[in-house]
């Protein structure tokens, strides 16, 4: 079958992820310093453009900012232009040159409506609308979600001879508790095997599959859906646990899938694959792609990544790297691509925690960041004053105001003994510092523009890599609303 893909040459893609280099280089510093040392290392001073630090210089224009930067997701509105802040805005409209969908980036990415009409005869539907066992976040993601990967299986099946969805087996990598693989068996009937490192997370999975059966009858009944074969089998046969199965293990590069698939669908003869991965953490997003690249039973791969502060870069030393977290998925997450590796291009890890925030989601909800931001980069004021020049990480920490946070922090630092400042003089040096922990705030969003930036960079280097492997028809996909969902762009390709 021929699709109508829209596809990007991969020249442009080099080119894109220069421009993308180019803008972030010289900004390095920036979106890789530490809030923790916000005054104690004049961050506003050294890193924040010097035409902003000129438009802002009281808590009034501070508070300007920020209504600036929330508002730039706004429908514009009639009537007289507004010229509040010229550098503030200059500085946005600069940086959303380098996201996905700014000038610098057109044509990258699909809308999901793209994707779906170039699929044409392949393409499946949401028709069941199940909001039970799942938050508003996780059923608008699995709805859409599930219906890509069965029209993904479609078009994959329609390669084969004779080829129908029911010769593709869907491997879920990182199954949690099983919400996209038994939408995508409950709505379109298609196997799926959930495979999940951790034993809890399959035994939730199962769970929730047992508890799923009795809300399915309700859900066709709403849909208007009782004389439609697939659900009247579904029904009459209670056959969800023969579509959906779960298991414990981890998937290398070396897994034998249709060995794998004989043992947990042994009426079956499966020997075609499509993987799919709904915010595959850190490694194991980068890793599925290396995994559809290098099995050759996989067809086709659907995969939405999250946690980037997770991954492992391969040309940075991280302070905070620890292999246990990392060990049921080795090897490197940045950069995938040859194009990148060559460069020895790295982006950090303080950026790649930035490149995690949601911009369009603290924007439109009106979102102050966190007292506790403030408070943190207080307390590395008080522990210099005490001889602690080296930064220490507090961690998360529950807290009420000011005073508390440093007694707490104290204690969990084990420096009761060194650092015995009076109640008095924490609420002294705090209110001394009020100006500045506002214009704290303003950094703070004056850095998050850069978030989306980031992420856009590993999201293209992940599609380089795929068009370096080979694979024409892959594809970076917008699947999700971005303030519901802030991962919300899918790698998703064919053999």
């Known amino acids: ?44 001073n050294r890193y924040v453009p010097k035409p902003i630090q000129r438009e802002l210089s009281t808590v009034e224009d501070y508070l300007r900012a920020k209504r600036v930067f929330w508002g730039q997701f706004d429908q514009p509105s009639g009537g007289a232009i507004d010229d509040e802040l010229p550098a503030v805005k200059a500085f946005i409209e600069e940086t959303r040159k380098y996201r ?9 990415a699909l809308t999901l409506a793209e994707f779906q009409n170039a699929l044409e005869k392949c393409r499946k539907e949401t028709r069941l609308k199940m909001t039970e ?10 709805e859409i979600a599930a219906a890509v990967v069965a029209s993904l299986c479609t078009a994959v099946a329609s390669g084969l001879p004779n080829g129908t969805p029911d010769d593709i087996l869907v491997i ?40 799923l059966k009795t809300k399915i009858p309700k859900a066709v009944k709403r849909a208007n859906l009782e004389e439609d074969e697939h659900f009247t ?13 779960t298991t414990t293990q981890l ?78 998925n080795p090897g490197y997450g940045f950069p995938m691509s040859a194009y990148l590796r060559n460069r020895q291009f790295a982006i950090g890890r303080n950026a790649r925690n930035l490149a995690s925030e949601s911009i369009e989601r603290a924007c439109i909800n009106r979102e102050n960041p966190s007292d506790k931001l403030g408070y943190r980069a207080l307390l590395q004021v008080v522990l210099l004053q005490y001889g602690q020049k080296k930064s220490l990480q507090v961690g998360r920490l529950k807290s009420g105001a000011f005073i508390d946070y440093v007694r707490k922090s104290v204690r969990r630092l084990g420096l009761e003994d060194r650092v015995t400042i009076s109640d008095e003089s924490l609420l002294e040096l705090e209110a001394r510092f009020t100006p500045e922990l506002e214009q704290l705030k303003v950094f703070y969003l004056i850095r998050q523009q850069f978030a989306p930036v980031v992420e856009t960079l590993i999201l293209l280097d992940r599609l380089l890599f795929l068009r370096e492997s080979g694979y024409e028809r892959s594809f970076l996909v917008k699947l999700f609303e971005p303030v519901v969902s802030p991962r919300c762009y899918a790698l998703i390709a064919m053999k």
């Not at 066992?133 to 699995?142: A, I, Q, S």
């Not at 879920?172 to 034993?199: M, Q, T, W």
């Not at 089998?233 to 199965?245: G, H, P, V």
Request: aromatic share 8%.
């Open 1 to 44: 079958m021929i699709f109508r893909f829209r596809t990007i040459k991969m020249e442009r893609l080099r080119q894109q992820i220069d421009a993308i280099a180019r803008f972030l280089e010289p900004n390095a510093a920036f979106i890789n310093c530490h809030m923790v040392d916000y005054l104690t290392e004049q961050h506003w």
């Open 100 to 108: 996905l969908e700014g000038s610098e980036v057109q044509g990258t």
């Open 133 to 142: 066992l799942m938050n508003v976040k996780k059923c608008h993601e699995v």
């Open 172 to 211: 879920d990598a990182g199954d949690g508790k099983g919400y996209l693989s038994s939408r995508i068996a409950v709505e379109h009937g298609i196997k799926v095997l959930g495979v999940d490192c951790n034993e809890e997370n399959t035994s939730n999975a199962e769970k929730r599959r047992d508890r």
């Open 233 to 245: 089998n579904l029904l009459k046969d209670d056959t969800l646990e023969t579509l959906y199965r």
């Open 251 to 328: 998937i290398d590069f070396e897994t034998d899938l249709i060995e794998l698939a004989k043992h947990h669908f042994p009426a079956d003869n499966h020997s075609t694959f499509c993987l799919c991965g709904l915010h595959t953490c850190g490694n194991l997003g980068p890793n599925c792609l290396r995994l559809f690249h290098q099995n050759r039973t996989i067809a086709g791969i659907c995969n939405v990544g999250c946690c980037y502060h997770l991954m492992r870069e391969e040309f940075v030393m991280d302070d905070f790297y620890n292999p246990a977290k990392i060990s049921d």
